[in-house]
């Protein structure tokens, strides 16, 4: 009783043959593999009880196919060959390899999913001694881990089972890596800094551009004035671009200009601080203040 009832609740699925022709004989092969484990596991030796668990399981639609073949034998290795015959009449093995080749693996597939339909797919192709060769060059090919396609290409003598078992190692770090929180404090303080040294040079722009057309380029005798800074870095003016320091007795071309971008003196636009535009500039340019 007990060896009926486990019949009963895990017999493979009906077989449909008329669903996906193109693809029939690879799916009956598959049947046939599920149905082999499926009567060795519940011990049928019987001949007999073989061949009418085949067409039972199968499906009416498979055993009326059989009823209409001929020479279909009295064993079960008869029956087993006629509809074998049947689904796979003729294998087209560059089908199968051009099968095999458009093989990579999917945004949502692991790659011990991937490696499963590869070794599917290289079975029908009959790769035979060159199966392992074949399989690792597919996994080349189609895997999305830039990783594993360096490493196999670093490694000429690896094989299957090792380049899926690092690919593996890759995924599982992969994922664990995705969960470990990242802490970057040291770009975290230069933000800071960054932003506390811009606004203190944007407020030092603005109260000297306040003062009115002489005050804006007198001389800014604070400790960070052009005076204390390296002559390296007294090569270009605030305001005008051009050399600094000016040539002795000319002020700068910029004094007394109007800038029509903010509307105030003394700065041509691609040196104004409010457009946009001259944020690149003003990145390159010296940002202090100093006289004509």
Not at 81 to 102: D, G, M, S, V, W
Not at 142 to 156: M, V, W, Y
Request: aromatic share 10%; with cysteine.
């Amino acid at each position: 009783m007990a060896n009926a009832a486990f019949i009963e609740t895990n017999k493979p699925a009906i077989f449909d043959p008329h669903s996906e022709p193109e693809s029939v004989g690879q799916r009956w092969s598959q049947w046939v593999k599920k149905f082999g484990r499926y009567i060795t596991a519940n011990d049928v030796t019987s001949d007999l009880r073989k061949k009418a668990l085949l067409l039972n399981l199968a499906g009416d639609a498979v055993t009326d196919i059989f009823d209409c073949l001929p020479n279909t034998g009295l064993s079960y290795a008869d029956a087993l060959t006629c509809l074998n015959q049947h689904f796979n009449p003729q294998k087209n093995l560059y089908f199968e390899a051009y099968k095999f080749r458009k093989s990579f693996q999917a945004d949502n597939q692991s790659i011990n999913e991937f490696a499963t339909n590869l070794r599917t797919l290289a079975h029908t192709c009959e790769f035979a001694d060159r199966a392992d060769f074949e399989l690792t060059l597919q996994l080349l090919i189609g895997t999305r881990s830039e990783r594993l396609r360096k490493h196999i290409l670093s490694r000429p003598d690896i094989g299957f089972d090792e380049a899926l078992a690092y690919g593996r190692n890759e995924e599982i770090i992969g994922a664990q890596t995705l969960v470990l929180p990242s802490h970057d404090s040291n770009s975290s303080v230069n933000k800071i800094m960054t932003k506390r040294n811009n606004k203190g040079r944007n407020k030092v722009r603005r109260d000297m551009s306040h003062r009115g057309d002489d005050a804006s380029h007198s001389a800014y005798d604070g400790p960070q004035s052009a005076r204390s800074l390296p002559s390296s870095s007294q090569r270009t003016c605030f305001y005008c671009g051009g050399i600094w320091p000016h040539p002795a007795g000319n002020s700068c071309p910029a004094k007394g200009y109007n800038c029509t971008l903010c509307h105030k003196r003394n700065h041509f636009e691609k040196f104004c601080l409010s457009s946009q535009k001259s944020s690149s500039a003003n990145s390159k340019r010296i940002d202090f203040v100093h006289g004509c």
